[in-house]
């Protein structure tokens, strides 16, 4: 109970410490010292408690809930501000109409339900406390490098809103926490509010136009999807009696027909959260942001989130056919779909942002399945996900800072002009898709599942979504080792601050590769096993251990090399005789000179956006009006 408590408080002392900390020293020693204490505290929590099933903490306070409610208003108001100062109606409306349905709620419908156990701990709560705690502080820390030269590039006399910028990162720490161990769904609504608020606020954190708009975009799909949690509360205080997430997984699972409201609603939240389509769009406008906000939200906090919430509610979706299909159909078509998009990007973070969205989906369309063995794969996918796609927005960053552009055709010869940051950028792509790392073991797992549920469209949803994933990462990895004029070491002004997240980053991949037989025992096993009770696992142990070990071997052969002597450069003939080596110019046929040059094919006019965006947004927000048409249907025969 206590360590949770200072997990939860911890990161919010230091928010307001360093909001008012305007001395760059001082905050360097904070964001530092606080990330070694929040790290440190999760993975102690994760070893005290480590193969526990689940464990239920008696703790209620009256003034918790009244912090809420105060929360909930700040909230709202903070929204309602910006919509008036930038004229954006619709945030003011879904701000209002939010604020309006909490307080009734928690003075109405909520008053006199007392959820006795307001916090718990079990094994997937421990996983997202290791990604919180340990890639999340990973982050800030990568931050004070990068938002010092961020800074240095702004215009003569802009104001340094960094002070505000660590703020919101470190409170975005707190409300995860809140979220992954609140049994209190009041409590899990305030976090859940509070990471929707922070995002908007890093999101449009330069304030110009684009980065305003895209602001907006999120915090009024995010509202959108709050109002949704908000009418699952309103469904499960009626219908249940209760505000107890592990007492409506209960009852919810016993009696799916009064579950598949308030499962379809709390649903509807976690997939707006996860940036599922139809509302994809707002994850990709948070690309205009500071990297480390991109990174935060893509791996540790926001998205997460969501799909948190979703593996949570997979004992009914068991159950409960109609939410269910509601989160395979819209996680599988957002896995294939983006996957697809992402093979017509050529901007790194824009690649990043799809192949995000895409596994996101995966994640969801398993949680919808239900399964324990789907659920096992969901677990990994999340992991893996986390730390690889957080030390790739960490690299593109960098990179972006260095060469001046986050391009994925300008990375050419990247091994030669940043070979430290080209290799670690490679080992995060390796880990996002290539065998025999955790990612593609935990999609191996997923197809099994899929295939022995019967789920022949998810087979062939993830057959061709997989396809089109090797596609865009084959094309990055090329140009790592391409073709380049002047292939000169740029990478020694790097912040020692950025070096040290992304060399914590890489041993993260390493660690979760080399332990996934260890992480199977001892985190997802547990947590499965208290949910279903036993199951068959769709990777056998024997293959773990086999592409644990492969991974180790594959890391050394990357990094062995690193440091060593670079070979002096031959002429090179191609199609002529070498003109100038150093600008890879020869000469040609007709005697004159043409540069060497190589481009990925990025078939806009098959993959572009404009052509699948529509139909997808279409077919997905079908999917969602049909199933609250088809949970409504239910509750009115209920009634």
Same mark, same amino acid.
């Given at each position: &109970? +206590?360590?949770?408590?200072?997990?939860?408080?911890?990161?919010?002392?230091?928010?307001?410490?360093? *909001?008012?900390?305007?001395?760059?020293?001082?905050?360097?020693?904070?964001?530092?010292?606080?990330?070694?204490?929040?790290?440190?505290?999760?993975?102690?929590?994760?070893?005290?408690?480590?193969?526990?099933?689940?464990?239920?903490?008696?703790?209620?306070?009256?003034?918790?809930?009244?912090?809420?409610?105060?929360?909930?208003?700040?909230?709202?108001?903070?929204?309602?501000?910006?919509?008036?100062?930038?004229?954006?109606?619709? +945030?003011?409306?879904?701000?209002?109409?939010?604020?309006?349905?909490?307080?009734?709620?928690?003075?109405?419908?909520?008053?006199?339900?007392?959820?006795?156990?307001?916090?718990?701990?079990?094994?997937?709560?421990?996983?997202?406390?290791?990604?919180?705690?340990?890639?999340?502080?990973?982050?800030?820390?990568?931050?004070?490098?990068?938002?010092?030269?961020? /800074?240095?590039?702004? %215009?003569?006399?802009?104001?340094?809103?960094?002070?505000?910028?660590?703020?919101?990162?470190?409170?975005?720490?707190?409300? &995860?926490?809140?979220?992954?161990?609140?049994?209190?769904?009041?409590?899990?609504?305030?976090?859940?509010?509070?990471?929707?608020?922070?995002?908007?606020?890093?999101?449009?954190?330069?304030?110009?136009?684009?980065?305003?708009?895209?602001?907006?975009? /999120?915090?009024?799909?995010?509202? +959108?999807?709050?109002?949704?949690?908000?009418?699952?509360?309103?469904?499960?205080?009626?219908?249940?009696?209760?505000?107890?997430?592990?007492?409506?997984?209960?009852?919810?699972?016993?009696?799916?027909?009064?579950?598949?409201?308030?499962?379809?609603?709390?649903?509807?939240?976690?997939?707006?959260?996860?940036?599922?389509?139809?509302?994809?769009?707002?994850?990709?406008?948070?690309?205009?942001?500071?990297?480390?906000?991109?990174?935060?939200?893509?791996?540790?906090?926001?998205?997460?989130?969501?799909?948190?919430?979703?593996?949570?509610?997979?004992?009914?979706?068991?159950?409960?056919?109609?939410?269910?299909?509601?989160?395979?159909?819209?996680?599988?078509?957002?896995?294939?779909? $983006?996957?697809?998009?992402?093979?017509?990007?050529?901007?790194?973070?824009?690649?990043?942002?799809?192949?995000?969205?895409?596994?996101?989906?995966?994640?969801?369309?398993?949680?919808?399945?239900?399964?324990?063995?789907?659920?096992?794969?969901?677990?990994?996918?999340?992991?893996?996900?986390?730390?690889?796609?957080?030390?790739?927005?960490? $690299?593109?960053?960098?990179?972006?800072?260095?060469?001046?552009?986050?391009?994925?055709?300008?990375?050419?010869?990247?091994?030669?002009?940043?070979?430290?940051?080209?290799?670690?950028?490679?080992?995060?792509? &390796?880990?996002?898709?290539?065998?025999?790392?955790?990612?593609?073991?935990?999609?191996?797992?997923?197809?099994?599942?899929?295939?022995?549920?019967?789920?022949?469209?998810?087979?062939?949803?993830?057959?061709?979504?997989?396809?089109?994933?090797?596609?865009?990462?084959?094309?990055? *990895?090329?140009?790592?080792?391409?073709?380049?004029?002047?292939?000169?070491?740029?990478?020694?002004?790097?912040?020692?601050?950025?070096?040290?997240?992304?060399?914590? &980053?890489?041993?993260?991949?390493?660690?979760?590769?080399?332990?996934?037989?260890?992480?199977?025992?001892?985190?997802?096993?547990?947590?499965?096993?208290?949910?279903?009770?036993?199951?068959?696992? +769709?990777?056998?142990?024997?293959?773990?251990?086999?592409?644990?070990?492969?991974?180790?071997?594959?890391?050394?052969?990357?990094?062995?090399?690193?440091?060593?002597?670079?070979?002096?450069?031959? %002429?090179?003939?191609?199609?002529?005789?070498?003109?100038?080596?150093?600008?890879?110019?020869?000469?040609?046929?007709?005697?004159?000179?043409?540069?060497?040059?190589?481009?990925?094919?990025?078939?806009?006019?098959?993959?572009?956006?404009?052509?699948?965006?529509?139909?997808?947004?279409?077919?997905?927000?079908?999917?969602?009006?049909?199933?609250?048409?088809?949970?409504?249907?239910?509750?009115?025969?209920?009634?």
């Amino acid at each position: &109970m +206590a360590l949770i408590g200072f997990l939860i408080l911890f990161p919010l002392l230091v928010a307001g410490v360093l *909001l008012v900390a305007r001395n760059e020293t001082a905050r360097r020693v904070i964001v530092c010292a606080a990330a070694v204490v929040i790290g440190v505290g999760s993975i102690w929590l994760v070893m005290a408690n480590l193969g526990t099933p689940w464990l239920q903490i008696e703790f209620s306070s009256g003034a918790v809930d009244a912090v809420c409610t105060v929360v909930g208003v700040v909230i709202a108001g903070v929204v309602f501000d910006f919509g008036v100062k930038y004229k954006n109606a619709l +945030a003011c409306i879904l701000a209002v109409v939010q604020v309006v349905g909490s307080l009734v709620f928690e003075l109405v419908f909520a008053h006199g339900i007392e959820v006795q156990y307001g916090l718990y701990v079990d094994s997937l709560s421990l996983l997202m406390a290791f990604i919180i705690g340990v890639v999340g502080s990973g982050i800030c820390v990568y931050a004070l490098g990068y938002m010092e030269d961020f /800074q240095a590039h702004e %215009p003569a006399g802009a104001k340094d809103r960094r002070p505000t910028f660590f703020a919101l990162m470190f409170l975005f720490l707190s409300a &995860m926490y809140v979220i992954v161990f609140s049994n209190n769904l009041l409590w899990l609504f305030t976090g859940w509010e509070i990471t929707t608020v922070c995002s908007f606020l890093l999101i449009g954190y330069t304030r110009t136009e684009e980065a305003i708009r895209n602001a907006f975009r /999120q915090i009024v799909m995010n509202l +959108a999807g709050g109002i949704g949690f908000l009418v699952g509360l309103y469904a499960i205080a009626v219908q249940f009696g209760t505000l107890s997430m592990l007492e409506f997984l209960q009852l919810g699972s016993a009696f799916p027909v009064l579950a598949a409201l308030p499962a379809t609603a709390l649903a509807f939240a976690g997939i707006t959260k996860a940036a599922q389509m139809p509302f994809h769009t707002w994850l990709l406008g948070a690309m205009v942001a500071p990297t480390p906000t991109s990174a935060l939200l893509h791996s540790s906090t926001m998205v997460k989130a969501g799909v948190f919430l979703l593996v949570k509610l997979a004992p009914i979706f068991v159950v409960c056919p109609v939410p269910a299909v509601m989160t395979i159909l819209v996680g599988g078509l957002t896995f294939m779909l $983006c996957s697809f998009m992402a093979i017509s990007q050529s901007n790194a973070k824009r690649v990043l942002a799809y192949s995000t969205i895409a596994n996101l989906g995966l994640i969801v369309a398993c949680a919808g399945v239900g399964t324990p063995e789907a659920i096992w794969a969901a677990a990994f996918l999340v992991l893996f996900h986390a730390v690889a796609k957080s030390l790739l927005f960490l $690299c593109v960053g960098t990179a972006e800072h260095h060469i001046g552009s986050r391009n994925i055709e300008d990375m050419d010869l990247l091994f030669e002009r940043m070979p430290r940051l080209a290799r670690f950028m490679m080992a995060g792509i &390796m880990v996002m898709f290539v065998a025999p790392f955790g990612m593609l073991i935990a999609k191996w797992g997923t197809l099994v599942t899929f295939a022995d549920t019967g789920n022949v469209a998810l087979v062939i949803i993830l057959g061709f979504g997989s396809a089109a994933t090797f596609l865009f990462w084959a094309k990055w *990895l090329g140009k790592l080792s391409g073709i380049a004029a002047h292939p000169l070491n740029i990478e020694t002004t790097v912040h020692r601050s950025e070096w040290v997240a992304l060399m914590l &980053m890489a041993v993260l991949c390493l660690l979760c590769c080399a332990g996934l037989p260890v992480i199977s025992w001892f985190v997802v096993d547990p947590y499965i096993t208290s949910v279903y009770g036993t199951y068959q696992q +769709a990777v056998s142990d024997a293959n773990l251990w086999v592409g644990a070990i492969l991974s180790v071997v594959v890391f050394v052969v990357l990094f062995a090399g690193l440091g060593a002597k670079q070979v002096k450069q031959a %002429p090179v003939y191609l199609s002529g005789i070498s003109a100038n080596n150093a600008n890879r110019t020869f000469t040609n046929s007709l005697s004159g000179e043409t540069m060497a040059t190589a481009r990925n094919w990025y078939l806009e006019g098959i993959f572009g956006e404009a052509k699948i965006t529509p139909v997808a947004t279409g077919a997905c927000t079908l999917i969602i009006v049909v199933a609250f048409a088809a949970a409504l249907v239910c509750s009115c025969g209920i009634i």
